[in-house]
T-cell receptor
Framework: AQSVTQPDIHITVSEGASLELRCNYS??????LFWYVQSPGQGLQLLLK??????LVQGIKGFEAEFKRSQSSFNLRKPSVHWSDAAEYFC???????????FGIGTKLQVIP | EAGVTQFPSHSVIEKGQTVTLRCDPI?????LYWYRRVMGKEIKFLLH????????ESGMPNNRFLAERTGGTYSTLKVQPAELEDSGVYFC???????????FGQGTRLTVV
């Protein structure tokens, strides 16, 4: 069975600083990988996904993620964080696209002035 | 276009009572998913409908949980009788195609006291 590890439960960054959220997955074949964000009072919103092809994927809101098969990682990055990025971020892995997705525990991002 | 809508947004019930959560998917989406996040844990898959049929209910925790999707439109998730460990946030998602991008609702926060 697939699994996802997000080692950082809470991260605090200053506005304008760069951000990297870590994600490691476990799955025997090439996975479908996702990053979702949940802002307060909102549902889960898809930031980006990796299915195949270019291992560096661009998403919405200026986020990107890089799939590294050798490290079983799919880290999320943003060069300059905005206060509105404060939210909880979930890494996820799917076996059949978006079906029966397995989520990580989430990383709460706090942005300070 | 309306997104995935869940009712109620919050529910507080006593142990032993019954609660019914409702999910209205995006119009035309045949696939409907239920997920649950217990506090401090991962978001976990509960089940998947294709139209009115249960495609996969492997994540349902026990027989106190009953999901229905009569007519292939909205879905309900009933918990009867509720236990303390059922507390958490219940998410619903829908997609047009099986394996296609799933759009999430804002979740129902259930508290069993």
């Amino acid at each position: 069975a697939q699994s996802v590890t997000q080692p950082d439960i809470h991260i605090t960054v200053s506005e304008g600083a760069s951000l990297e959220l870590r994600c490691n997955y476990s799955y025997g074949a090439t996975p479908y990988l996702f990053w979702y964000v949940q802002s307060p009072g909102q549902g889960l919103q898809l930031l980006l996904k990796y299915f195949s092809g270019d291992t560096l994927v661009q998403g919405i809101k200026g986020f990107e993620a890089e799939f590294k098969r050798s490290q079983s990682s799919f880290n999320l990055r943003k060069p300059s964080v905005h206060w509105s990025d404060a939210a909880e971020y979930f890494c996820a892995v799917g076996v059949l696209g978006y079906q029966k997705v397995t989520f990580g525990i989430g990383t709460k991002l706090q942005v300070i002035p | 276009e309306a997104g995935v809508t869940q009712f109620p947004s919050h529910s507080v019930i006593e142990k032993g009572q019954t609660v019914t959560l409702r999910c209205d998917p995006i119009s035309g989406h045949d696939n409907l998913y239920w997920y649950r996040r217990v506090m401090g844990k991962e978001i976990k898959f509960l089940l998947h409908f294709v139209k009115e049929s249960k495609q996969d209910e492997s994540g349902m925790p026990n027989n106190r949980f009953l999901a229905e999707r009569t007519g292939g439109t909205y879905s309900t998730l009933k918990v009867q009788p509720a236990e303390l460990e059922d507390s958490g946030v219940y998410f619903c998602a829908s997609s047009q195609e099986t394996g296609g991008e799933a759009f999430f609702g804002q979740g129902t926060r259930l508290t069993v006291v």
